[in-house]
């Protein structure tokens, strides 16, 4: 089992940013790709971004490109998520997820672990 705790998560302006955190325990973190995912009211949860196991590659949905970046440190068993001139289309819970293998662009099926999720609020 792993276990995810976001945070980070709060009520920022439109043009502000927000760093998230997801913290493992449990298994060895460095063996499992990690993702973020979203989900607005009423919608489905959808990808953000992705990291594998080692932080060499990351992978971005479009409409955050060039504007949010993925990130880990093994050490501190700790993915990040850098969120910078944040939109009030970016309000949402945002989760972080595990899984053995990475893809560019996972579905939530893909995901073996997931955290509660921290909530992100950008007002206009």
């Known amino acids: 089992q792993v276990q995810l705790v976001e945070s980070g998560g709060g009520l920022v302006q439109t043009g502000g940013s927000l760093r998230l955190s997801c913290v493992a325990s449990g298994r060895t973190f460095s063996n499992y790709a990690m993702a973020w995912f979203r989900q607005a009211p009423g919608k489905e949860r959808e990808f953000v971004a992705a990291?594998?196991?080692?932080?060499?590659?990351?992978y971005y949905t479009d409409s955050v490109k060039g504007r949010f970046t993925i990130s880990r440190d093994n050490a501190k068993n700790t993915v990040y998520l850098q969120m910078n001139s944040l939109k009030p289309e970016d309000t949402a819970v945002y989760f972080c997820a595990a899984d053995l293998y990475y893809r560019d662009t996972p579905d939530p099926s893909d995901m073996d672990y997931w955290g509660k999720g921290t909530l992100v609020t950008v007002s206009p």
């Open positions: 990291i594998t196991w080692s932080g060499s590659m990351t």
